[in-house]
Each structure stands twice: as structure tokens, then as C-alpha cells.
């Protein structure tokens, strides 16, 4: 199993960055594909990222491509965010998750959750 702890959200203005880090524990972390989500109220988790389990694989969002890079360090058994030129439309909690395969970009297909950091871009 996996546990992940998300952290680094934040209240920032429109044009700003912000690094989101999930710290995970278990000893198979590395083994894991990692992806952030987000969700604003009222709707679904929407796929922001993934990150294959060696790293050498990233896939985005439109919404957030040339914005956005995911990455991770699996000694520091963690993965990151790194959020620039950020938007209103960026406001909402961000969770990263894992799974055991290969890429997804279904909410579904994800087997651990961690509980969420805020993110609220003002204009």
C-alpha cells in the first residue's frame, strides 16, 4: 500500500507559481505511476498530470500544458507539481494519486489518494 500527503497549495494572484509536493510512504513507491487531479465544488476530479514510475514518461492536460511539469524524486519518495503562470481557473483542491500500471487519466483507474491541498489563484 501507499499513503500520500500533499502539500504546498496555497493563495496566490494570477500570474504567480506555485510547487505542489506529495510525500508518499511504503516501500514500493517507486513501482507506482503518479498522477495530480484536481476538483472544484459541484463537479468530478479533473486529470491535471501523470508520471510513469521511472519518470521518463509525463502526459498533461491541455488546460495545463507549457504550465505545468509533474516530476518525481523516488529516493525522497515524492512527487511534484511545479505550477506557473497561474490562472483563476486554476483554483481548486489538488490530489495526487497512484497506481500500480501504466498511464491513466481516469479518476478511476487510481488506486490511493491523498487528502488534497487547496489552491486558490486570485485575479
Known amino acids: 500500500q501507499v499513503q500520500l500527503v500533499e502539500s504546498g497549495g496555497g493563495l496566490v494572484q494570477a500570474g504567480d507559481s506555485l510547487r505542489l509536493s506529495c510525500a508518499a510512504s511504503g516501500r514500493t513507491f517507486s513501482s507506482y505511476a503518479m498522477g495530480w487531479f484536481r476538483q472544484t465544488p459541484g463537479k468530478e476530479h479533473e486529470f491535471v498530470a501523470f508520471?510513469?514510475?521511472?519518470?521518463?514518461?509525463?502526459s498533461y492536460a491541455d488546460s495545463v500544458k507549457g504550465r505545468f511539469t509533474i516530476s518525481r524524486d523516488n529516493a525522497k519518495k515524492t512527487v511534484y507539481l511545479q505550477m506557473n503562470s497561474l490562472k483563476p481557473e486554476d483554483t481548486a483542491v489538488y490530489y495526487c494519486?497512484?497506481?500500480?500500471?501504466?498511464?491513466?487519466?481516469?479518476?478511476?483507474?487510481?488506486?490511493?489518494w491523498g487528502q488534497g491541498t487547496q489552491v486558490t489563484v486570485s485575479s
Open positions: 494519486a497512484a497506481r500500480p500500471d501504466g498511464y491513466s487519466n481516469s479518476y478511476y483507474r487510481y488506486a490511493y
Open positions: 508520471i510513469s514510475w521511472t519518470g521518463g514518461s509525463t
